[in-house]
């Protein structure tokens, strides 16, 4: 690890003055990749600015028809909430499933969306149930958030404070575990919303987490799994590493999204 | 008998210690004046040096040193050695390129050794090691066992084709016409998968030197510190031995990857004296990964001919055995002796021919990994034996009961070397078939089918050779050392007793286990028993702690140390009772006027000994003995696992969902820590065959599964509670009766999981790890060609 300062705010406001003021300044929420990037001289910040302090980015409550989590909520709370089990017990499941114990009590909601890990589970939730991530200057939605692997809309001095997911009619998360990570081989979420069906994939895609709307289209008209027969994900453009060829992940996105279906319907 | 002595399922001692966080391991030695050292490590498979740069490290804040393979030619430090000469066909030997412990010319894979920086702290020393400048012409790698031969890249510049050896073993003649007599012939090509093998301590060295006694003392993670004193004295010329005391205190696990005598521990010692200071290095993780010697690593042709009853008439295999850039101090003799000698398996097989080419590649050195050359016997054996099964139509475990040598055939000479000396392997397999529940299993696999689950069923029944070994059978084959154990034991005045021995504990519980042999055999508490090792200033020389030895050759040196210690206690006993020496019985810790009701407890033979006021003529005081133990012959543990999966065709996911174990290890002396170590060596081997798997570039050949992040090891999730059943044949050929369980798991395990798998799928063709994604194209290339018949 290279030398850097360390701060430690108390305040939303106080936190992004830190990073506007630092030459290379970094937000650490969990830490759970900045940390061994750091351990491994991979990074050098100027500054590190530790959420940790911040109360205002925890907790988790409900708005009219949404459910709205603070960013340094902890999966493990995610996981266990009785108000995300209660409202779209899909999310709680997709906490419970991250990494393992250590991980899930360190790292947060909001380190993981803004660092858009293209293997990371929540993003294909916050894609897939569409939900809105609010920041210190503005509301972003996830469609427009997610733009390539480890890139997204935030802007240099912005962070996340919360994410407000509006409540599906259904929603399942049915993921295929790298046997060593954890992450996401594959991982596709589908829900089933007044506004239609939304199938959000992540693990998968080259730049990151994506809706398969050729899958949406099919099960906005019949919402069950056989309706996803025939629908092939082409390959091209789908990773392809030492635990999954392209070709096999096309073939689990397939698998994945009707045994989400099923656990829908 | 005492309720804690042999046979008693005692918690182990040692694990108060682990537990509560008070283990002492050698990353909590902190010596005086204690400096740290970082390696900087070649970043490319294969590079030659043209020059290196050190002026901007040495000036850099906190530096004491910055050493490379110059210094330690300089200084006339030797290279690490391979204690085992294996000579090829033709008579000549075997071929070993240099192996500096700093790279000398040359880098032969990434994580090579280039230069070492000593600074005052940890991170001065990685600030330091990035000024360093090294001028590479990088050259290409090759990093493939089956391409290594064929490939035009020298990972040693004066060694064709990267060739160590071609060895043989066996009779090729009467092979040939074994087979030209078989009425079938089974042939199978399989892979033994390369594994890192990640014992939960990393590899960690202090060394430090005495300017004053000029003596160094070396802390080190080893499985055999007798064994790297004398390495490092006779062949890397540390230092002389008596001036040379290596101390290897807890440690966290080996699996053999801490038998050998490696480069950072070798240049903490001599930076040591360098310096003028203690010298520390602890292996971060990733470190392990790259440059722990690796395991396995073997390609395979194999084939099996047989008879119109399923009779096996003989067996040929070619295996080429990947020994990675440079050969690790056993590297030669685990895809060799270690390995062709137990392909007879349990089986009475008439002709047996094996040929092993050991190449070189640009990659950490490979050598022996928790079962060292037998796993890869045993998984050629069981999977061609349960391929034959299969082609033939008939039951596997049938198959193997046809073949199986009798109990009557003892001792049984195979064609490979190994004389058999006891072992009833149609009872191991009959309670295995048992406990799996066998007859039902029709049933089981209708049920699963209902779920639109694929179930197969997967034997192997394994033979092991261990407890190395008869030092002069050992010699003929080419080891450089013998491979006896020594032993002493000490009576304190107030009756306990400390046991030291050289061999070493890391894991296996032999402060338990060897207390517990102590304790039945003198008749004292097994509280009263302190087993004492690790430490070449402390105990008698040994020769370490791998391939399940401890018990059976170091467990053996105890009992004749014992055995002497009752002698004299017998003449001490005999001359305060007044009797004759020849009348004194010892049963239970007394000794007793047999016939009599007079007797001595040992405690009171044992203060009788250290205040000699009143003491036979001749007898020196004291009661301490020590032994010296060279087996006469290798163990043989055998067992059969059956392993039962499912298999989900949508996704190539296995689950294992049954799993027996019978193991025959001799006699046992606590079953607890036995179950024990059959449970972590089944989840190695599981792991082998499902997870593990070490994959390197094939073009840049840098190490692809260099973390936890893609190096997938076995968790609790992954396994089934598994069935554990003991057989026991008494072993004839030691004291004890013993022949050594540590290895076994691992050793039978990859063969019952495959064999289930491919059983599951109906495709033979499936290579190690099973993985989902092979798993699945398996099953599409067996639907294709189902398709096409």
Same mark, same amino acid.
């Given at each position: 690890?290279?030398? %850097?300062?360390?701060?430690?705010?108390?305040?939303?406001?106080?936190?992004?003055?830190?990073?506007?003021?630092?030459?290379?300044?970094?937000?650490?929420?969990?830490?759970?990749?900045?940390?061994?990037?750091?351990?491994?001289?991979?990074?050098?910040?100027?500054?590190?600015?530790?959420?940790?302090?911040?109360?205002?980015?925890?907790?988790?409550?409900?708005?009219?028809?949404?459910?709205?989590?603070?960013?340094?909520?902890?999966?493990?709370?995610?996981?266990?909430?009785?108000?995300?089990?209660?409202?779209?017990?899909?999310?709680?499941?997709?906490?419970?499933?991250?990494?393992?114990?250590?991980?899930?009590?360190?790292?947060?909601?909001?380190?993981?969306?803004?660092?858009?890990?293209?293997?990371?589970?929540?993003?294909?939730?916050?894609?897939?149930?569409?939900?809105?991530?609010?920041?210190?200057?503005?509301?972003?939605?996830?469609?427009?958030? %997610?733009?390539?692997?480890?890139?997204?809309?935030?802007?240099?001095?912005?962070?996340?404070?919360?994410?407000?997911?509006?409540?599906?009619?259904?929603?399942?998360?049915?993921?295929?575990?790298?046997?060593?990570?954890?992450?996401?081989?594959?991982?596709?979420?589908?829900?089933?919303?007044?506004?239609?069906?939304?199938?959000?994939?992540?693990?998968?895609?080259?730049?990151?987490? %994506?809706?398969?709307?050729?899958?949406?289209?099919?099960?906005?008209?019949?919402?069950?799994?056989?309706?996803?027969?025939?629908?092939?994900?082409?390959?091209?453009?789908?990773?392809?590493?030492?635990?999954?060829?392209?070709?096999?992940?096309?073939?689990?996105?397939?698998?994945?999204?009707?045994?989400?279906?099923?656990?829908?319907? | 008998?005492?309720? /804690?002595?042999? *046979?008693?399922?005692?918690?182990?001692?040692?694990?108060?210690?682990?537990?509560?966080?008070?283990?002492?391991?050698?990353?909590?030695?902190?010596?005086?004046?204690?400096?740290?050292?970082?390696?900087?490590?070649?970043?490319?498979?294969?590079?030659?040096?043209? #020059?290196?740069?050190?002026?901007?490290?040495?000036?850099?804040? #906190?530096?004491?040193?910055?050493?490379?393979?110059?210094?330690?030619?300089?200084?006339?430090?030797?290279?690490?050695?391979?204690?085992?000469?294996?000579?090829?066909?033709?008579?000549?030997?075997?071929?070993?390129?240099?192996?500096?412990?700093?790279?000398?010319?040359?880098?032969?894979?990434?994580?090579?050794?280039?230069?070492?920086?000593?600074? =005052?702290?940890?991170?001065?020393?990685?600030?330091?090691?990035?000024?360093?400048?090294?001028?590479?012409?990088?050259?290409?790698?090759?990093?493939?066992?089956?391409?290594?031969?064929?490939?035009?890249?020298?990972?040693? /510049?004066?060694?064709?084709?990267?060739?160590?050896?071609?060895?043989?073993?066996?009779?090729?003649?009467?092979?040939?016409?074994?087979?030209?007599?078989?009425?079938?012939?089974?042939?199978?090509?399989?892979?033994?998968?390369?594994?890192?093998?990640?014992?939960?301590?990393?590899?960690?060295?202090?060394?430090?030197?005495?300017?004053?006694? /000029?003596?160094?003392?070396?802390?080190?993670?080893?499985?055999?510190?007798?064994?790297?004193?004398?390495?490092?004295?006779?062949?890397?010329?540390?230092?002389?031995?008596?001036?040379?005391?290596?101390?290897?205190?807890?440690?966290?696990?080996?699996?053999?990857?801490?038998?050998?005598?490696?480069?950072?521990?070798?240049?903490?010692?001599?930076?040591?004296?360098?310096?003028?200071?203690?010298?520390?290095?602890?292996?971060?993780?990733?470190?392990?990964?790259?440059?722990?010697?690796?395991?396995?690593?073997?390609?395979?042709?194999?084939?099996?001919?047989?008879?119109?009853?399923?009779?096996?008439?003989?067996?040929?295999?070619?295996?080429?055995?990947?020994?990675?850039?440079?050969?690790?101090?056993?590297?030669?003799?685990?895809?060799? &002796?270690?390995?062709?000698?137990?392909?007879?398996?349990?089986?009475?097989?008439?002709?047996?021919?094996?040929?092993?080419? *050991?190449? &070189?590649?640009?990659?950490?050195?490979?050598?022996? &990994?928790?079962?060292?050359?037998?796993?890869?016997?045993?998984?050629?054996?069981?999977?061609?034996?349960?391929?034959?099964?299969?082609?033939?139509?008939?039951?596997?475990?049938?198959?193997?009961?046809?073949?199986?040598?009798?109990?009557?055939?003892?001792?049984?000479?195979?064609?490979?070397?190994?004389?058999?000396?006891?072992?009833?392997?149609?009872?191991?397999?009959?309670?295995?078939?048992?406990?799996?529940?066998?007859?039902?299993?029709?049933?089981?696999?209708?049920?699963?089918?209902?779920?639109?689950?694929?179930?197969?069923?997967?034997?192997?029944?394994?033979?092991?050779?261990?407890?190395?070994?008869?030092?002069?059978?050992?010699?003929?084959?080419?080891?450089?050392?013998?491979?006896?154990?020594?032993?002493?034991?000490?009576?304190?005045?107030?009756?306990?007793?400390?046991?030291?021995?050289?061999?070493?504990?890391?894991?296996?519980?032999?402060?338990?286990?060897?207390?517990?042999?102590?304790?039945?055999?003198?008749?004292?508490?097994?509280?009263?028993?302190?087993?004492?090792?690790?430490?070449?200033?402390?105990?008698?020389?040994?020769?370490?702690?791998?391939?399940?030895?401890?018990?059976?050759?170091? *467990?053996?040196?105890?009992?004749?140390?014992?055995?002497?210690?009752?002698?004299?206690?017998?003449?001490?006993?005999?001359?305060?009772? =007044?009797?004759?020496?020849?009348?004194?019985?010892?049963?239970?810790?007394?000794?007793?006027?047999?016939?009599?009701?007079?007797?001595?407890?040992?405690? =009171?033979?044992?203060?009788?000994?250290?205040?000699?006021?009143?003491?036979?003529?001749?007898?020196?005081?004291?009661?301490?003995?020590?032994?010296?133990?060279?087996?006469?012959?290798?163990?043989?543990?055998?067992?059969?696992?059956?392993?039962?999966?499912?298999?989900?065709?949508?996704?190539?996911?296995?689950?294992?969902?049954?799993?027996?174990?019978?193991?025959?290890?001799?006699?046992?002396?606590?079953?607890?820590?036995?179950?024990?170590?059959?449970?972590?060596?089944?989840?190695?081997?599981? #792991?082998?065959?499902?997870?593990?798997?070490?994959?390197?570039?094939?073009?840049?050949?840098?190490?692809?599964?260099?973390?936890?992040?893609?190096?997938?090891?076995?968790?609790?999730? /992954?396994?089934?509670?598994?069935?554990?059943?003991?057989?026991?044949?008494?072993?004839?050929?030691?004291?004890?009766?013993?022949?050594?369980?540590?290895?076994?798991?691992?050793?039978?395990?990859?063969?019952?999981?495959?064999?289930?798998?491919?059983?599951?799928?109906?495709?033979?063709?499936?290579?190690?790890?099973?993985?989902?994604?092979?798993?699945?194209?398996?099953?599409?290339?067996?639907?294709?060609?189902?398709?096409?018949?």
């Amino acid at each position: 690890m290279y030398a %850097f300062d360390y701060h430690q705010p108390a305040s939303v406001a106080d936190a992004a003055a830190a990073l506007a003021a630092a030459a290379d300044g970094k937000l650490v929420a969990g830490g759970m990749t900045l940390i061994p990037t750091l351990k491994q001289r991979l990074a050098s910040p100027s500054d590190l600015i530790d959420l940790a302090r911040v109360d205002e980015l925890k907790g988790i409550g409900e708005e009219s028809g949404s459910l709205v989590i603070g960013a340094m909520t902890c999966h493990a709370d995610v996981a266990a909430s009785d108000i995300v089990r209660r409202s779209i017990p899909a999310l709680a499941r997709l906490a419970g499933g991250i990494g393992d114990p250590q991980v899930r009590n360190r790292g947060t909601i909001g380190g993981s969306v803004a660092n858009n890990d293209p293997a990371a589970d929540y993003p294909a939730a916050v894609l897939g149930l569409g939900a809105t991530i609010r920041t210190n200057k503005r509301d972003i939605a996830a469609d427009d958030f %997610f733009q390539g692997m480890f890139t997204t809309a935030l802007e240099p001095d912005e962070l996340i404070t919360r994410i407000a997911f509006p409540v599906p009619q259904a929603a399942a998360y049915v993921k295929f575990p790298n046997p060593a990570s954890r992450y996401a081989v594959v991982g596709v979420l589908v829900a089933k919303t007044g506004g239609g069906v939304r199938v959000a994939i992540t693990g998968a895609g080259a730049d990151g987490v %994506f809706r398969a709307t050729e899958m949406e289209q099919a099960l906005s008209a019949d919402f069950s799994p056989k309706a996803l027969d025939g629908i092939a994900i082409p390959s091209d453009g789908l990773n392809g590493d030492i635990h999954a060829s392209s070709e096999y992940r096309a073939h689990l996105i397939g698998v994945m999204a009707k045994r989400a279906v099923a656990a829908c319907v | 008998m005492l309720s /804690d002595g042999i *046979g008693a399922p005692l918690r182990r001692k040692e694990d108060r210690r682990f537990l509560t966080g008070k283990g002492h391991y050698t990353d909590d030695i902190n010596r005086p004046g204690q400096t740290y050292a970082y390696f900087l490590r070649s970043p490319h498979a294969h590079a030659r040096i043209r #020059g290196i740069d050190k002026t901007a490290a040495e000036a850099a804040p #906190g530096v004491l040193a910055v050493l490379t393979g110059e210094d330690l030619a300089a200084d006339g430090i030797g290279g690490l050695i391979c204690g085992w000469m294996i000579h090829s066909k033709d008579g000549s030997p075997m071929k070993a390129g240099p192996h500096p412990a700093l790279a000398q010319g040359k880098v032969r894979y990434v994580g090579d050794h280039v230069a070492v920086v000593i600074a =005052e702290t940890l991170n001065q020393a990685k600030d330091a090691a990035e000024l360093i400048e090294v001028d590479y012409e990088v050259l290409p790698a090759v990093v493939s066992t089956a391409e290594a031969r064929t490939s035009p890249v020298r990972v040693h /510049d004066d060694i064709p084709a990267n060739t160590v050896f071609e060895w043989e073993l066996g009779n090729k003649a009467e092979t040939e016409a074994a087979f030209s007599r078989a009425h079938h012939v089974t042939r199978i090509d399989l892979v033994n998968n390369r594994l890192i093998p990640n014992a939960i301590e990393p590899r960690a060295a202090v060394g430090e030197y005495d300017s004053g006694m /000029d003596t160094f003392t070396l802390y080190t993670t080893s499985q055999n510190p007798h064994v790297a004193r004398l390495v490092l004295s006779a062949f890397v010329g540390l230092a002389p031995e008596h001036k040379l005391r290596v101390i290897a205190p807890d440690v966290g696990g080996g699996f053999g990857s801490k038998i050998f005598i490696y480069a950072e521990e070798t240049v903490c010692a001599w930076a040591a004296k360098k310096v003028g200071r203690p010298v520390k290095w602890t292996a971060e993780r990733s470190e392990a990964f790259l440059a722990d010697a690796h395991g396995r690593d073997h390609v395979t042709h194999a084939e099996l001919a047989l008879d119109q009853d399923g009779r096996i008439l003989g067996m040929r295999v070619h295996t080429t055995a990947n020994l990675g850039a440079y050969l690790s101090t056993f590297s030669s003799c685990v895809p060799t &002796y270690l390995y062709a000698p137990l392909l007879s398996g349990q089986y009475a097989i008439p002709a047996i021919y094996a040929e092993v080419d *050991g190449v &070189y590649t640009n990659t950490a050195p490979v050598d022996a &990994y928790r079962g060292a050359g037998r796993p890869e016997a045993t998984y050629v054996v069981e999977r061609l034996v349960e391929t034959a099964a299969r082609e033939l139509g008939m039951d596997p475990a049938e198959l193997r009961r046809r073949n199986f040598i009798r109990p009557d055939q003892y001792p049984y000479q195979t064609p490979v070397i190994m004389t058999y000396d006891c072992g009833n392997y149609e009872a191991s397999l009959s309670e295995a078939l048992r406990l799996v529940d066998y007859e039902n299993y029709p049933r089981r696999k209708a049920e699963s089918e209902a779920r639109g689950r694929l179930r197969g069923i997967g034997f192997s029944c394994y033979i092991e050779a261990c407890g190395l070994a008869p030092s002069a059978a050992v010699g003929s084959l080419g080891a450089g050392v013998g491979l006896w154990e020594s032993a002493k034991i000490r009576f304190n005045p107030t009756g306990n007793v400390l046991v030291y021995t050289g061999s070493h504990s890391h894991g296996q519980g032999h402060e338990t286990t060897f207390a517990q042999l102590i304790a039945s055999q003198l008749g004292v508490p097994t509280e009263q028993v302190e087993v004492i090792h690790g430490d070449t200033e402390k105990t008698p020389f040994g020769m370490g702690t791998y391939g399940s030895r401890s018990l059976a050759v170091g *467990g053996s040196a105890l009992y004749k140390a014992a055995e002497k210690i009752i002698a004299k206690g017998r003449k001490i006993a005999a001359h305060l009772m =007044e009797a004759a020496e020849a009348d004194i019985e010892f049963k239970d810790g007394k000794f007793t006027v047999a016939g009599t009701d007079r007797s001595k407890t040992i405690q =009171e033979i044992a203060f009788a000994a250290y205040v000699p006021h009143n003491f036979p003529a001749g007898v020196e005081p004291g009661l301490e003995e020590s032994a010296f133990y060279d087996p006469l012959n290798f163990t043989f543990p055998a067992g059969c696992q059956i392993c039962e999966v499912e298999v989900d065709p949508d996704t190539g996911v296995v689950e294992i969902v049954n799993f027996v174990a019978v193991d025959d290890f001799g006699k046992i002396i606590n079953p607890m820590i036995v179950e024990g170590q059959v449970h972590g060596g089944i989840a190695q081997g599981i #792991g082998q065959a499902l997870l593990e798997n070490c994959v390197y570039d094939p073009e840049s050949g840098q190490l692809l599964t260099g973390s936890f992040m893609d190096y997938s090891m076995p968790r609790a999730h /992954d396994l089934p509670s598994f069935k554990v059943g003991m057989t026991i044949t008494e072993n004839p050929s030691n004291p004890l009766g013993v022949k050594g369980c540590g290895e076994a798991g691992a050793i039978a395990a990859p063969a019952a999981v495959m064999n289930a798998v491919t059983d599951a799928i109906g495709v033979n063709d499936l290579q190690m790890p099973a993985s989902p994604e092979r798993v699945w194209q398996a099953l599409q290339r067996g639907r294709m060609a189902q398709a096409a018949e």
